[in-house]
């Protein structure tokens, strides 16, 4: 049973790391203490740290499951078979990406996410990677015909879209904008050369 499924299991370690994702995206880790999730959790120090030994732990366990919630959700978009394939296409990246431009501190924490490394480790990295892959075997399973081929491959597709897209993260305004430009991504990779 991974770490995630146990979290959903426990309901004072579910609300401890929600908790915890508003606290750390609002003051980032450096300024974040385990008393202010504590109170945000609504337990006692004490309490946290018998869930957590340290503010690492905590802050790992929560940035893990920040991150397999974006996994799984992109996933369910991608099989969802009342969508197109470019609607599914823009629904998982939405799913992976979007939420990080929603507010203040969704892009808070999707920059806490990014600056990571020192304290992650390699987490970030190996879940983008997976989501490329997962991106990447989408693509090669449900492609239209005609839009791979030996010179445009399921990667080459993948890499592009998930390379705008974390672009597209940092400078749209909306979610609706971030949508638009994968879409049209989507329209131009379509278009038939010539």
Excluded: C
């Excluded at 146990?6 to 929600?18: I, S």
């Excluded at 008393?35 to 609504?42: D, L, P, W």
């Excluded at 337990?43 to 991150?67: C, D, H, W």
Aim: glycine letters at 6%; charged letters at 25%.
């Amino acid at each position: 049973m991974s770490t995630v499924e146990m979290d959903t299991q426990d309901p004072k370690r579910t609300a401890v790391l929600t908790a915890a994702v508003g606290v750390f995206g609002r003051f980032g880790f450096q300024k974040t203490s385990v008393e202010a999730v504590a109170k945000a959790a609504g337990i006692s120090r004490p309490g946290l740290y018998l869930m957590f030994p340290n503010k690492e732990q905590l802050y790992r366990a929560t940035m893990q499951g920040v991150l397999e919630r974006a996994q799984r959700a992109m996933e369910a978009r991608l099989v969802d078979q009342s969508l197109s394939f470019d609607e599914r296409i823009v629904a998982g990246l939405d799913a992976l990406m979007g939420p990080y431009i929603d507010t203040q501190v969704a892009r808070d924490l999707n920059e806490l996410l990014e600056n990571s490394e020192p304290r992650l480790g390699s987490m970030f990295h190996d879940y983008q990677e997976r989501a490329r892959a997962t991106l990447s075997a989408y693509i090669a399973d449900f492609a239209p015909p005609g839009l791979l081929d030996a010179e445009l491959t399921a990667d080459d597709v993948m890499d592009l879209l998930f390379s705008a897209a974390l672009t597209w993260k940092s400078t749209s305004a909306t979610r609706d904008d971030f949508r638009d430009r994968i879409r049209r991504s989507l329209q131009l990779i379509h278009r038939p050369a010539g």
